[in-house]
């Protein structure tokens, strides 16, 4: 009978979590079936009330006009660009720091890993200035290098993420490496990161979406329209330009879409990264 009970109970905790999951996931989903929704119609249409959720009728003509009235494409080229220069950096950098944090034994490891967390508490708006002057310097406003080159000196949240799925790895594994006669990058290259891979698709994840989505930074340091990415584009059709709303919506859309596309594509790969990432010390 008891077990009866543990079963049912069990079964009830199990639905009650599925119920409230379903709920927040539908509640977090809304604004985005709003923006598709507000996408696919007229203007008018998209301030009715009662809000109108199937647009009658659908109007595709403003992905066609999203695309043709901006330089789309070639913002999309740019923002892939920024994207990919920053994922590559980040891959680089915070991998061979996390590395010598984590498998190298050296003298004041811990105290150095601790400073470089510390860095954490700084927040943007310290550093913005200097690190534009500094490009400024080299004369390298208005051009990808500004957004690009900080990621190949290394992310502290992306070292500590890494550093921490280092860990995991048995101690074993280099060192028999090492007696076999493998240098230390062939141990990084050939072992560590391969068997890395959960918690380098997180930072791939998280890389490309901040990259993707950011705009503080491309507005500082890109002033040529040719050279916009997509988020500064689109903030600056709206500016200049009377608000189409259902052009906006659909350009909003097609910014949004890739990201999804490669979550839902790395979804497994990235969910076991975060579990298995930040869980040892």
Same mark, same amino acid.
């Given at each position: ?9 069990? %079964? ?10 379903? &709920?927040?996931?539908?509640? $977090?989903?809304? *604004? !985005? =079936? ?101 490009? %400024? ?10 957004? &690009?080159?900080?990621?190949? $000196?290394?992310? *502290? !949240? =992306? ?123």
């Amino acid at each position: 009978m008891n077990l009866r009970s543990n079963k049912t109970a069990r %079964r009830l905790q199990r639905f009650s979590a599925y119920v409230v999951l379903s &709920i927040l996931s539908l509640a $977090f989903a809304l *604004p !985005f =079936f709003w923006m598709v929704s507000s996408s696919l119609k007229h203007t008018e249409q998209i301030f009715v009330f009662p809000p109108q959720w199937i647009p009658r009728p659908v109007v595709w003509q403003n992905y066609r006009d999203a695309v043709s009235f901006i330089p789309f494409l070639r913002n999309f080229l740019n923002t892939m660009i920024v994207c990919i220069g920053t994922v590559v950096g980040n891959l680089f950098s915070a991998s061979l720091v996390a590395y010598s944090f984590s498998i190298l034994r050296w003298r004041w490891r811990n105290s150095l890993f601790a400073l470089v967390l510390a860095t954490m508490l700084l927040p943007p708006q310290v550093t913005m200035i200097p690190v534009f002057i500094i490009f %400024r310097k080299l004369h390298m406003i208005d051009t990808f290098f500004p957004l &690009i080159i900080p990621a190949f $000196f290394g992310s *502290p !949240f =992306f070292i500590f993420l890494l550093r921490q799925f280092f860990i995991g790895i048995p101690h074993e594994l280099p060192e028999s490496a090492r007696i076999d006669g493998c240098n230390e990058f062939q141990i990084y290259y050939r072992i560590i990161l391969p068997l890395s891979v959960p918690a380098l698709a997180a930072v791939v994840l998280f890389s490309f979406l901040w990259s993707w989505t950011d705009f503080l930074y491309p507005l500082i340091y890109l002033h040529t329209q040719s050279k916009f990415t997509l988020s500064l584009a689109i903030q600056q059709f709206q500016s200049t330009h009377t608000v189409e709303w259902g052009m906006l919506m659909a350009a909003s859309t097609l910014l949004t879409l890739p990201v999804i596309t490669l979550f839902f594509f790395a979804q497994k790969t990235f969910v076991q990264g975060i579990i298995t990432t930040g869980l040892k010390g």
